[in-house]
């Protein structure tokens, strides 16, 4: 391989081309007579992903030797393209007032009976005498001595759809921010969030539940702040997440 002098040498340097199951990458190597230069060169490579090191070698001369990792379809021409795109479901629970639960026996209490109960839950004396159809007065003396017997709230479970992408330092697409903070339906993630329609794994999907207490209960998933973190090789993390549940109509905006 020729040696360069600092980086006035036309000689191209070697590069070699890899696959493995998350990728390509390239493998990118050049001799320099002194070791400002390579570092130098180096330098100006992780800007474009790559990450790097200088051998001393024989003669006073020394080697860099970069990686970068890319995907087959944007490698390292189009830095808009992200060098991996990965949509995850993680599992996860939450606990839940009894009385805002997606659960039948809730569904069924009347507004009546729940300012009864809650009444009764502030400052238990004499039980309260529930009145409607017997369900309606079943579903109320069921949920009363759940209370009773200090059973306060439930596991629901709620689970997260986190979308990750690694970029290059020189990504110019930023973060969006659209949306975060309102629910977004389960039928319109695809549209307004661009969901995949190859992902091997089923979204959750509910029917929103008819109460009788006059609240408006309804599920979709909920848009967060994204997290934005720098790793090796000057990358970039951008990761934004989803999480299911089941939201009051009247406090949060839903698309």
């Given at each position: 391989?020729?040696?360069?002098?600092?980086?006035?040498?036309?000689?191209?340097?070697?590069?070699?081309?890899?696959?493995?199951?998350?990728?390509?990458?390239?493998?990118?190597?050049?001799?320099?007579?002194?070791?400002?230069?390579?570092?130098?060169?180096?330098?100006?490579?992780?800007?474009?992903g790559y990450?790097?090191?200088?051998?001393?070698?024989?003669?006073?001369?020394?080697?860099?030797?970069?990686?970068?990792?890319?995907?087959?379809?944007?490698?390292?021409?189009?830095?808009?393209?992200?060098?991996?795109?990965?949509?995850?479901?993680?599992?996860?629970?939450?606990?839940?007032?009894?009385?805002?639960?997606?659960?039948?026996?809730?569904?069924?209490?009347?507004?009546?009976?729940?300012?009864?109960?809650?009444?009764?839950?502030d400052s238990?004396?004499?039980?309260?005498?529930?009145?409607g159809t017997?369900?309606?007065?079943?579903?109320?003396?069921?949920?009363?001595?759940?209370?009773?017997?200090?059973?306060?709230?439930?596991?629901?479970?709620?689970?997260?759809?986190?979308?990750?992408?690694?970029?290059?330092?020189?990504?110019?697409?930023?973060?969006?921010?659209?949306?975060?903070?309102?629910?977004?339906?389960?039928?319109?993630?695809?549209?307004?969030?661009?969901?995949?329609?190859?992902?091997?794994?089923?979204?959750?999907?509910?029917?929103?539940?008819?109460?009788?207490?006059?609240?408006?209960?309804?599920?979709?998933?909920?848009?967060?702040?994204?997290?934005?973190?720098?790793?090796?090789?000057?990358?970039?993390?951008?990761?934004?997440?989803?999480?299911?549940?089941?939201?009051?109509?009247?406090?949060?905006?839903?698309?």
């Amino acid at each position: 391989m020729a040696i360069k002098t600092g980086q006035l040498s036309v000689v191209q340097p070697k590069s070699s081309f890899w696959k493995k199951a998350t990728g390509y990458g390239e493998k990118y190597v050049e001799d320099f007579t002194d070791e400002a230069s390579a570092q130098a060169r180096g330098d100006s490579l992780v800007l474009k992903g790559y990450e790097w090191s200088v051998t001393p070698l024989s003669g006073g001369c020394y080697r860099l030797e970069a990686t970068n990792d890319y995907s087959q379809t944007g490698g390292q021409s189009d830095p808009n393209t992200p060098l991996s795109d990965v949509w995850e479901l993680q599992p996860n629970q939450v606990e839940k007032d009894i009385l805002d639960s997606d659960n039948a026996t809730v569904n069924l209490l009347t507004d009546g009976n729940k300012k009864l109960l809650l009444s009764y839950i502030d400052s238990p004396n004499t039980p309260p005498a529930f009145t409607g159809t017997t369900d309606q007065i079943n579903a109320a003396t069921t949920l009363l001595k759940l209370s009773q017997a200090g059973v306060k709230s439930v596991r629901i479970f709620a689970p997260v759809l986190r979308h990750t992408r690694v970029v290059r330092r020189d990504f110019t697409v930023a973060q969006s921010l659209t949306n975060v903070g309102s629910i977004i339906y389960a039928d319109s993630l695809k549209n307004l969030e661009g969901t995949p329609g190859t992902l091997l794994f089923n979204l959750p999907t509910s029917s929103h539940p008819t109460r009788n207490d006059g609240l408006t209960m309804k599920y979709g998933w909920m848009k967060k702040y994204p997290t934005i973190s720098q790793v090796g090789g000057g990358k970039w993390n951008l990761q934004q997440e989803f999480e299911w549940g089941l939201w009051s109509y009247d406090l949060y905006t839903f698309i």
